[in-house]
């Protein structure tokens, strides 16, 4: 049954893509004929079809060339969406030089539409399928059941990649720990958006082959950080006299601080660390991108914030903006601005508000908070080069002191507006917490990866605390 899902996943994902394309395809036709820009050319919707469905194969095949339907989803499902927009991106460049080398006569205005449609809409079936595959964990005989063996620091962090990573077909049904104080002990791991999946400690080594009959498990993953080789080489052996299928997860996330590649020489794997590469023509055109696109923000916004402005005068006494003291590249402090949300006696240094129904926070302020808005002025900030459009967030001095040389990381790239950590469940807790999101960005940063967290921005701005 597993292996069917399987199969039939991996061809269900691209036909989805597929019908999806042509039908973007289709409604920017009509879109055309209902504004009757341009030529005002009507041509019979065989022909439009046809040049749909040819879009539509040649864009699934270049998405397959780029990994768009790669098993890793990626932290967040973000990869899957990056790769969606570099395969449409290159799709519609090779589409664009066809049919001006060809002088096909089919309206541009089509072709212009269809590009960002296409996107916006393979964009929110990506997410349904993600979440839809999320929920597919808990059918009978989908997807292979688990066991963690180890509910320390290594195995909360196992289960965090496993919930953000549906299409490994992976059903972590519990933890397995020999500390026997630890039973029952329930542990959640938010993924996309405010998505969750919570998980308990079943019971200890010596339950397993009673745990293995009762839940239907398939294999028991051993993530022990603090475990000596001893006891991990008697943890297996166990493992294998229960005749349970075992694999094992090394504990070198914390000595390898990026990217692993896994050689062989004769028997021996060789584990090599292989550090991120910005290049200088992606550094430019991100700090182009973020002065024409912070640029263009403020203008189009301007609006709304000058609304915001008189909205917040009139709720309260007090200014319109609230500076607030930051660490960015490399250390260097600078002032965040937001628009003020909270009462004037409030310590600006105090623990946020973990919900919208703190006494601190004015009634235009939970408003501005839950849509995300008091973050706008941040604009100025990237005008002013103190920080990017997409990024980590920037964090406070006095936390900042308290950082590790694995903390001490997120210092190596500017902070942003927006990034991983605003799209997860885990927004609701500090920012050093959950490291997960921002080392996953400095590891994989790269234009079109920016591109598609703030696709995932502007669809998910109204759903912040």
């Known amino acids: 049954m597993e292996k069917i899902y399987k199969i039939a996943l991996w061809f269900l994902l691209p036909i989805i893509d597929f019908v999806t394309i042509i039908f973007s395809g289709m409604l920017s036709y009509g879109v055309y004929r209902i504004l009757e820009i341009g030529q005002k050319a009507v041509y019979p919707l065989s022909d439009v079809f046809r040049v749909c469905f040819f879009v539509g194969i040649g864009s699934v095949f ?6 768009g339907y790669q098993k890793e989803s990626g932290l967040l499902n973000v990869e899957e ?3 969606t ?3 449409m991106s290159i799709s519609f460049l090779c589409f664009s030089m066809v049919m001006v080398l060809m ?11 269809s590009y960002p449609l296409s996107i916006i809409l393979l964009v929110i079936e990506k997410n349904l399928c993600h979440r839809l595959l999320s929920m597919s964990r808990a ?4 997807t292979r059941r688990i066991l963690i063996y180890g509910a320390g620091e290594l195995g909360q962090e196992l289960f965090r990649a496993i919930a953000n990573s549906p299409k490994r077909g992976i059903h ?11 039973k029952g002990t329930s542990y959640r791991s938010s993924s996309f958006h405010n998505s969750s999946m919570t998980i308990s400690v079943l019971g200890t080594g010596r339950d397993l082959p009673t745990l293995v009959k009762t839940h239907k498990i ?3 993953w051993v993530a022990i950080s603090n475990a000596r080789n001893d006891t991990l080489i008697r943890i297996l052996k166990r493992l294998r006299a229960k005749k349970i299928s075992a694999a094992f997860i090394p504990n070198l ?6 990217d692993m590649k896994i050689d062989k020489v004769g028997p021996l794997p060789i584990v090599r660390e292989v550090k991120p590469h910005r290049s200088h023509p992606y550094l430019m055109v991100k700090k182009t991108g973020d002065i024409i696109g912070a640029g263009l923000l403020i203008i189009v916004l301007l609006p709304v914030i000058l609304w915001i402005a008189v909205a917040i005068k009139r709720d309260t006494a007090g200014p319109v903006f609230f500076c607030h003291k930051r660490i960015g590249l490399k250390g260097v402090s600078f002032n965040m601005v937001k628009f003020r949300t909270m009462t004037t006696d409030t310590d600006p240094y105090a623990v946020n508000p973990l919900n919208t129904d703190d006494g601190r926070i004015t009634r235009v302020g939970r408003f501005l908070r839950k849509t995300s808005l008091d973050e706008l002025p941040q604009l100025l900030n990237v005008l002013r080069g103190d920080m990017s459009l997409v990024g980590p967030r920037p964090e406070m001095p006095f936390i900042v002191d308290t950082y590790t040389d694995l903390h001490r990381q997120r210092l190596e790239v500017k902070p942003g507006i927006t990034g991983l950590w605003q799209l997860s469940g885990d927004r609701a807790n500090p920012i050093h917490h959950n490291m997960d999101y921002d080392l996953y960005y400095i590891k994989h940063q790269s234009f079109f990866l920016d591109i598609a967290i703030l696709i995932e921005t502007v669809f998910f701005a109204f759903s912040g605390i």
Do not use: C, Q, T, W
């Not at 972590?172 to 630890?182: K, Q, T």
């Not at 996330?253 to 990026?258: A, C, D, M, R, W």
């Open 218 to 220: 398939d294999e028991a």
């Open 172 to 182: 972590p049904v519990g933890f397995v720990d020999d500390a026997a104080e630890l």
């Open 85 to 87: 927009v570099k395969g």
């Open 139 to 142: 059918v009978p005989g989908m």
């Open 62 to 67: 270049i998405m397959i060339l780029v990994g």
């Open 103 to 113: 002088r096909y006569n089919m309206p541009r205005y089509v072709l212009v539409f």
């Open 81 to 83: 969406v990056k790769s």
């Open 253 to 258: 996330y914390k000595v390898f601080h990026h």
